[in-house]
């Protein structure tokens, strides 16, 4: 597509259920990042793909957050037994080889803990 | 540990005045920055970047200035206008440029 994609653009969740958030990179960009932003702060970086592989999962918050990418192209982040303090936006990005270029975001997906 | 922050949560600038946003670094080894604006609702979108091998660089109305010696770069918008009104981030790349590290930003709010 001409940009990355995220879905759904709004999630609305009742704590202890799982979600998947998705992103649809832009094609041939074989590096995608996900990003969470609180409301009013910064990005808090999640992880980092390279192709499919995840060389750096440090920012995951805890054991109930995972990620993963097929092909090279769509990932998915998964958060299980939400909790209230999850609600966030989940930003994705991509970009050609990585991090020593621009990223291209998504408009990230907002997410909403009740 | 290595971060990217920012001075000023908050800027408010006149319409057609030029505005200043700044950011500070950490690691003296970081060679790659760049500049991000996120308006309400939307993902960040690229504005500039600047390698450490030079010391200014320059696009459309904006200006990028980075000082290696006080680990110090800024973000200059000349003539300022509404569109302008954003968080900007400044952003460095880490870990073998695996990792980019965001700021918390600083919201450009324009008076008309």
């Known amino acids: 597509g001409a940009g990355v994609s995220q879905s759904p653009s709004n999630k609305v969740t009742e704590k202890g259920k799982d979600v998947e958030l998705r992103c649809d990179p832009i094609s041939g960009h074989t590096a995608l990042y996900w990003y969470r932003q609180s409301l009013g702060q910064g990005l808090e970086f999640l992880i980092y793909?390279?192709?499919?592989?995840?060389?750096?999962k440090s920012g995951l918050p805890s054991d109930r957050f995972s990620a993963e990418r097929t092909g090279g192209s769509v990932s998915t982040l998964t958060i299980q037994r939400t909790q209230q303090e999850d609600s966030a936006v989940y930003l994705c990005?991509?970009?050609?080889?990585?991090?020593?270029?621009?990223?291209?975001f998504g408009s990230g997906t907002q997410l909403s803990v009740l | 540990g290595e971060s990217v922050g920012l001075h000023l949560p908050t800027l408010s600038v006149q319409e057609g005045d030029n505005s200043i946003i700044n950011c500070a670094y950490s690691?003296?080894?970081?060679?790659?920055f760049i500049w991000y604006k996120q308006e309400s609702g939307k993902g960040p979108q690229f504005i500039i970047d600047?390698?450490?091998?030079?010391d200014k660089r320059q696009g459309q109305r904006v200006t990028v200035l980075l000082n290696k010696t006080v680990k110090h770069l800024s973000l200059q918008i000349a003539a300022t206008q509404p569109g302008d009104s954003a968080v900007y981030f400044c952003?460095?790349?880490?870990?073998?440029?695996?990792?980019?590290?965001f700021g918390t930003g600083t919201k450009l709010q324009v008076i008309p």
């Open positions: 600047i390698r450490s091998n030079m």
């Open positions: 952003a460095e790349p880490s870990g073998g440029y695996q990792k980019v590290t």
């Open positions: 990005a991509s970009s050609w080889t990585g991090g020593n270029e621009k990223l291209f």
């Open positions: 690691n003296s080894a970081s060679d790659y």
């Open positions: 793909f390279q192709g499919n592989s995840a060389p750096d």
